[in-house]
């Protein structure tokens, strides 16, 4: 499954996107996903989606997703949009909802209180992340996202429908009964947690589980036949019971797609994610074959005199740090350690590379500002301060080579560092610069 670099707009240039033609379609949506709180384009398969943020001009705005769509067009614009909430209430741990919408030749919003809004919160100004989104291009795989959406949306709303929105996660994927059955009784011994109690717990009371789920859940919900078993709403039994049995037909669900559509969720993609993949063409096969098991190749040649840019996501390449010349100081068990010099020699900023874990981390405690032929100016100290700050206060580093996709850094951490706002410490560092350089004069 494809998942990659999702590239993210914030501010003025999202409004320009916005004004540049006309023909648009907005849906309202209900959310249980933090929501931007200012407008954010997300460049996702092939398409621009517009979240729009829950602020406007000071005042509270109704969340909601604006697509580019021609008057005629509306069904097409407002399939891509349940196709695009479906991967990401998958993604993001939550739902995505398409309340209502509304064709416009301007980009106006749909906004009714009662069905449009965020329940979880709101995230800051450029904090909404949902980079490296996997694309869905199998039908089986999106219509299992889409009956995931409906459950999570429905859970809170009606638990019976929740309940077979997440049975059919898992029946629209097999035209054999036998084999479902199959599949289910043994993903059952799987589950852990609240499910495995539940599981537990019926099985101690003799009951057949998958069976349970089946006659007592999903046609019990579905059904209503004059003397078959079904869900009584007037019976709080009945809802008590459903109610319990939800946790293990979601986990279920949430391992079917998960294990056998293999698609990753945000926490996932995190954790397992190779950063490194992304230059491995750049290294020989069998250099990166050792690496990646720890061990000691003689060199990494192929990286020395890389030409890479720092970038802070997601606002771009930071002035004075790109076309930085790359050279490889030492390999040791699968992790390489790289320098990066600035044109002039005067910024130097290392890094290394883990391709045992497939990661690459900042290394904050050594580089900084070079005194050589040439010595550092006003500019040169207010990109490695920009680097350094930005980085010290969470913000993620990326490396771009070429038309790669870019290395993503992990987050530091700061020990014994009390964090500032990277605004005023880089403007500070700026002006202590400037007063020692009048004083030497």
């Known amino acids: 499954m494809r998942t990659p670099y999702t590239p993210h707009i914030f501010g003025d240039q999202v409004a320009e996107k916005l004004a540049a033609r006309r023909g648009w379609l907005t849906a309202g949506v209900a ?44 069904d097409d614009a407002i399939s891509k949009i349940y196709r695009f909430t479906s991967i990401l209430s998958w993604y993001m741990g939550g739902y995505v909802d398409v309340s209502g919408y509304i064709w416009g030749s301007h980009p106006c919003l749909y906004g009714d209180l009662r069905t449009v809004f965020s329940t979880l ?29 409906e459950g999570q949306r429905l859970e809170s709303v009606h638990t019976s429908y929740s309940f077979l929105s997440f049975y059919k996660v898992i029946e629209c994927q097999f035209s054999n009964a036998k084999k479902k059955v199959t599949w289910i009784e043994q993903a059952i011994d799987k589950l852990t947690d609240r499910a495995a109690k539940r599981v537990a717990d019926l099985r101690s009371d003799k009951i057949d589980v998958s069976r349970h789920l089946f006659e007592s859940g999903r046609c019990a919900v579905a059904h209503a036949s004059f003397e078959g078993k079904i869900v009584d709403p007037d019976i709080p039994a009945d809802r008590r019971r459903l109610s319990d049995d939800l946790i293990v037909m979601e986990e279920l669900a949430r391992m079917y797609i998960r294990e056998e559509l293999e698609t990753p969720d945000f926490r996932s993609m995190y954790r397992d994610r190779d950063r490194l993949a992304v230059w491995a063409s750049l290294l020989p096969a069998e250099t990166i074959t050792a690496l990646s098991r720890g061990n000691t190749p003689p060199n990494c040649e192929s990286l020395q005199g890389l030409k890479v840019s720092i970038c802070l996501w997601p606002d771009g390449s930071v002035s004075g740090l790109e076309d930085m010349l790359m050279h490889v100081d030492g390999i040791d068990k699968g992790v390489v350690q790289v320098s990066l010099l600035n044109q002039r020699k005067t910024v ?48 993620i580093a990326e490396l771009w080579h070429g038309d790669l996709e870019p290395i993503e850094c992990e987050v530091v951490i700061p020990v014994n560092i009390i964090s500032r706002a990277p605004k005023e410490a880089i403007e500070e560092a700026v002006e202590r610069f400037k007063s020692e350089t009048l004083t030497n004069v």
């Open 348 to 395: 130097l900023l290392v890094f290394l590379f883990d391709f045992k874990s497939g990661k690459a981390h900042t290394n904050l405690e050594v580089g900084g500002l070079i005194y050589g032929d040439e010595k550092p100016n006003e500019d040169d100290v207010r990109a490695y301060a920009t680097f350094f700050y930005n980085v010290v206060a969470n913000g």
């Open 31 to 74: 959310s249980s996903i933090t929501w931007p709180s200012l407008d954010v384009c997300i460049e996702y398969a092939g398409d621009e989606y517009f979240l729009r943020g829950s602020e406007l001009d000071g005042k509270p705005s109704p969340p909601g997703i604006t697509i580019a769509c021609e008057r005629n067009d509306s």
């Open 121 to 149: 919160g709101i995230a800051g100004e450029k904090s909404f992340n949902c980079n490296y989104l996997p694309v869905i291009e199998d039908d089986n795989t999106r219509k299992a996202l889409a009956f995931w959406r």
